[in-house]
């Protein structure tokens, strides 16, 4: 294969570190200086492993939308960026394919947003 023809992959085009198990040297100041470089590119998810970490924008995004739901539906936990979705798409599978009780976690500070809308979701 030519270097023109080399297939990159997602970790190639991605802001930072996307999971922090990856993380070289993993320091108090690189785990800090990752999340805020993510940040700053509007990548406000990060994974450490299976746990999402999410820094509240305090801002819209358009990453909440039924469009959004299906890019992640069915898709490898680490095929895309990371994102809420694929933890909810990941426990669901689980649950669905091999019987395994769930549980999801979501805390924050009060007011934070923890309240993820699930397009199609009773209320």
């Known amino acids: 294969m030519s270097k023109m023809e080399v297939k990159t992959s997602l970790l190639d085009n991605m802001i ?10 993993l320091t108090e100041e690189s785990f800090i200086e990752n999340l805020k470089k993510r940040f700053d590119h509007n990548e406000i998810y990060t994974y450490i492993g299976s746990v999402v970490i999410s820094i509240n924008p305090y801002r819209s995004l358009p990453i909440f939308t039924p469009d959004k ?3 992640y539906r069915n ?16 426990a669901y599978r689980s649950l669905r394919d091999q019987d395994k009780d769930q549980c ?7 007011g934070a947003g923890r309240q993820v809308p699930y397009p199609n979701s009773p209320s």
């Open 104 to 110: 999801i976690l979501i805390t924050g500070e009060s």
């Open 16 to 25: 930072g570190v996307g999971d922090m198990v990856l993380l070289e040297p």
């Open 69 to 71: 739901v299906e890019e």
């Open 75 to 90: 898709r490898n936990f680490y095929e895309l960026s990371p994102h809420i979705y694929a933890l909810a798409d990941e």
